[in-house]
């Protein structure tokens, strides 16, 4: 997929990493406190049904924060600055600035209804180079060279050891994420009751882990099918309606909160009803 999309690059950064004042570094920062955040309110949730009593509807979602987390790992290389050929005339541009054939000659040799791709040259083979770097254009107005790929050493093997190592490392925060969901499920010695928040909001959290750590263990690990940003059974029919139940339950989480919760005298909100006396737990004297 690089490598057939490199036939289509009309801009790149100007280096391989991006610089720390950049868009793409801002992002991360912010998405970075918002998943620590949501770590730091779960884990001292731990401490004797804290987070429980906290549940209202200002922080049902804010769970969901953690997988910005997940940024963290690639956040050197995310940027915003490659570009690649949409129009027809854009596609002219990058074909001739990467000296791969004049587009009249394609034009010529392609039937009206033909994919562009399907009648382009072979991608060229990498170079030697390691890294991306880009070029100035020449005093006379011509497009710069074509930048290389990496070499094919650069792109791992997915059936090497260090591949299977970072796949393995990324179901980690998953697994601990599902432990800590069926952690809440378990009463503590402080409270003992639970309402219809706090059973619908594990509910809500404990199935979508369960879904993602089941389907990319199975297309990691046993149908091997890492070659796509995109999960292989995304237009599937169980997956579609998967995906309409969940936004459908978040909906009902929705309601089921907004209808519990309440304001303490201390200007706290919990969903636990009054009478059972658990005020004094996040107002104390």
Not at 87 to 99: H, I, P, Q, Y
Request: proline fraction near 9%; charged fraction near 15%.
């Amino acid at each position: 997929m690089v490598r057939i999309s490199e036939q289509f690059r009309v801009e790149v950064p100007d280096r391989g990493r991006i610089p720390l004042n950049s868009i793409s570094a801002i992002k991360t920062l912010v998405v970075t406190i918002q998943g620590a955040q949501a770590a730091y309110d779960l884990a001292n949730g731990l401490n004797l049904g804290a987070y429980a009593l906290t549940v209202s509807l200002a922080n049902i979602y804010r769970p969901l924060a953690i997988a910005g987390l997940f940024r963290l790992p690639a956040s050197l290389w995310l940027t915003d600055e490659y570009r690649y050929a949409t129009t027809k005339s854009t596609v002219r541009e990058v074909l001739e600035a990467n000296g791969l054939v004049k587009f009249q000659d394609l034009e010529s040799t392609t039937t009206p209804g033909t994919p562009l791709h399907s009648a382009l040259p072979p991608v060229p083979p990498a170079g030697p180079t390691s890294g991306y770097s880009t070029q100035t254009s020449p005093s006379n107005g011509a497009h710069p060279p074509p930048i290389p790929l990496p070499g094919p050493g650069f792109i791992r093997s997915k059936k090497k050891w260090m591949p299977r190592v970072v796949k393995a490392i990324f179901f980690l925060p998953i697994l601990a994420l599902i432990g800590l969901v069926c952690y809440y499920f378990r009463p503590n010695p402080r409270i003992t009751e639970g309402t219809a928040s706090t059973l619908t909001i594990n509910l809500f959290y404990a199935v979508p882990l369960l879904v993602t750590f089941v389907t990319t263990s199975f297309y990691t690990f046993v149908q091997d099918k890492t070659d796509h940003t995109i999960i292989p059974c995304i237009n599937s029919v169980w997956y579609r309606i998967y995906t309409y139940v969940l936004f459908l339950f978040a909906f009902v989480l929705l309601i089921v909160v907004a209808l519990e919760t309440r304001r303490t005298s201390c200007g706290q909100y919990t969903t636990y009803p009054q009478f059972l006396n658990l005020d004094h737990y996040l107002c104390p004297a």
